[in-house]
T-cell receptor, first 117, second 110 residues
Framework: GAVVSQHPSRVICKSGTSVKIECRSLDFQATTMFWYRQFPKKSLMLMATSNEGSKATYEQGVEKDKFLINHASLTLSTLTVTSAHPEDSSFYIC?????????????FGPGTRLTVT | QKEVEQDPGPLSVPEGAIVSLNCTYSNSAFQYFMWYRQYSRKGPELLMYTYSSGNKEDGRFTAQVDKSSKYISLFIRDSQPSDSATYLCAMNTGFQKLVFGTGTRLLVSP
């Protein structure tokens, strides 16, 4: 099956610093990747759609200057949380879309737990 | 009204039981339907995907779509304690973003 990795799996940072999270599709190329945020016992909240070689599309209410997304290659997208605050603490999950022509399944990474102190 | 409704549970069953997980939706344009399994503190894992109405079987899992009723189901036969997880339904109209249900937490006791 299609495999997506995320790094780091967990990170603790101080308030005001920036954190970068990487999302890689390991055995397929992904033109499109997605970034989600998940609160405890809640469903996935889509933050943005990342398109290789172009600007990301952000969902309503998501600050694009705070959550910087770069999709520089067909296998790598990064999310940078800038000037992190404790309220940014959350579980961040990426997914990569496998385009098969008929179905286009999304495969998820294992997630990154961010704690801002 | 949410686009996708899913009972959050928890749903508790004994080992060996048949489990039925369900979602309803309001957008008749949805054509692609997926079920994901998510263990605690892990990313969702794609279990099943179907296009349009009908049934699809994979081992102990059966996905069912009834577009006329806007209702989808995931059945798990011979449930195991290792099936204990949160099950998320998701759907879209094609290449657009997925719309997720809230997830149903399943607990299978030995």
């Amino acid at each position: 099956g299609a495999v997506v990795s995320q790094h780091p799996s967990r990170v603790i940072c101080k308030s005001g610093t920036s954190v970068k999270i990487e999302c890689r599709s390991l055995d397929f190329q992904a033109t499109t990747m997605f970034w989600y945020r998940q609160f405890p016992k809640k469903s996935l909240m889509l933050m943005a759609t990342s398109n290789e070689g172009s600007k990301a599309t952000y969902e309503q209410g998501v600050e694009k200057d705070k959550f910087l997304i770069n999709h520089a290659s067909l296998t790598l997208s990064t999310l940078t949380v800038t000037s992190a605050h404790p309220e940014d603490s959350s579980f961040y999950i990426c997914s990569a879309r496998l385009e098969t022509g008929v179905m286009n399944e999304q495969y998820f990474g294992p997630g990154t737990r961010l704690t801002v102190t | 009204q949410k686009e996708v409704e899913q009972d959050p549970g928890p749903l508790s069953v004994p080992e060996g039981a048949i489990v039925s997980l369900n979602c309803t939706y309001s957008n008749s344009a949805f054509q692609y339907f997926m079920w994901y399994r998510q263990y605690s503190r892990k990313g969702p894992e794609l279990l099943m995907y179907t296009y349009s109405s009908g049934n699809k079987e994979d081992g102990r899992f059966t996905a069912q779509v009834d577009k006329s009723s806007k209702y989808i189901s995931l059945f798990i036969r011979d449930s195991q304690p290792s099936d204990s997880a949160t099950y998320l339904c998701a759907m879209n109209t094609g290449f657009q973003k997925l719309v997720f249900g809230t997830g149903t937490r399943l607990l299978v006791s030995p």
